[in-house]
């Protein structure tokens, strides 16, 4: 019997699949176990909380992959393996960044993983080589995701009050969903609260205005989406058909966006396949922890 841990560990929200031959006997939720974005303490009782869930003992799993937010850090990767290996019979721990969960979790092998929630972020594989495009976070870059969908619709409605032109549905929808009673109270709004997850959850007051401003948002954000999984596929050096995966709560979430996205994907790269992912990232992490204890056993 294989038992194997996966780790789904993102910004915000941690999920944990326990899988026993392939069939997930258990799952956890709780707070964000990444060191970068909840912080060493905060994340080390995030983690601890998943694992009291879970029941999980030292020695007892053939393998686990993690999946966080905040790979690319040399400190992350050591707090993960250093309270993960102990758990396992022989120190198997695999740390991959968040968004290499996505092609396992569709069942992809090589293929280009395309990722818009609260940012935005694209990753892309091919013959043994990785490459990624964007994830340069809400300062500098995030284009399409969620924050840079609703900033630039905040942006928007304060060029129309400095204008003097009608507000719209926009401002309506967009200062009822803020519980802000006027354009000058948005804006200190942004400057009191910029944390990214609280803007990127008014997408809906933003995109389901009738608004035409949000009829051609929606369109920037697919082009900018869908460039990004063409500079991933140059990156590659990737020929015709290599499959895109949509992921991340906005791509699986808004059908009007995903399906624009796809459009303007198929331009940019035509032949390749655009699927949507159908189930949580946190599968993937379950299919590479499960390579990894094959590999070893």
Do not use: K
């Amino acid at each position: 019997m294989t038992t194997v841990l996966g780790l789904d560990i993102g910004g915000t929200r941690t999920r944990a699949w326990l899988a026993r031959d392939g069939i997930v006997v258990a799952e956890a939720e709780g707070g964000s176990a990444s060191l970068t974005a909840a912080g060493r303490q905060q994340a080390e009782i995030a983690l601890a909380a998943i694992l009291s869930q879970l029941s999980v003992r030292a020695a007892s799993l053939d393998a686990v992959c993690a999946g966080t937010a905040g790979s690319g850090s040399g400190d992350a990767r050591d707090f993960l393996s250093a309270r993960l290996a102990p758990l396992t019979r022989h120190g198997t721990v695999i740390v991959v960044s968040d968004v290499g969960l996505i092609l396992p979790a569709a069942g992809v092998g090589d293929g280009i993983a395309l990722v818009a929630g609260t940012g935005s972020n694209c990753v892309g594989r091919q013959a043994g080589a990785e490459r990624a495009a964007g994830g340069w976070g809400y300062l500098l870059g995030d284009e399409g995701s969620g924050y840079w969908i609703v900033r630039e619709a905040v942006r928007e409605v304060l060029r129309r009050h400095d204008d003097g032109a009608a507000p719209g549905p926009l401002t309506r929808e967009l200062l009822h969903a803020m519980s802000c009673p006027d354009q000058r109270t948005l804006l200190q709004r942004c400057y009191d609260d910029p944390r990214p997850d609280v803007w990127a959850a008014r997408v809906p007051a933003v995109l389901g205005t009738d608004d035409p401003f949000a009829a051609g948002l929606l369109d920037r954000a697919a082009r900018a989406l869908a460039g990004l999984a063409a500079s991933c596929s140059r990156r590659l050096a990737a020929g015709p058909g290599l499959p895109v995966v949509l992921a991340g709560g906005l791509l699986t979430g808004h059908r009007a966006l995903a399906e624009r996205t796809g459009d303007h994907i198929q331009r940019l790269l035509p032949g390749a396949p655009v699927l949507t992912l159908s189930c949580p990232p946190v599968a993937g992490a379950v299919a590479l922890a499960q390579a990894a204890a094959a590999a070893t056993g």
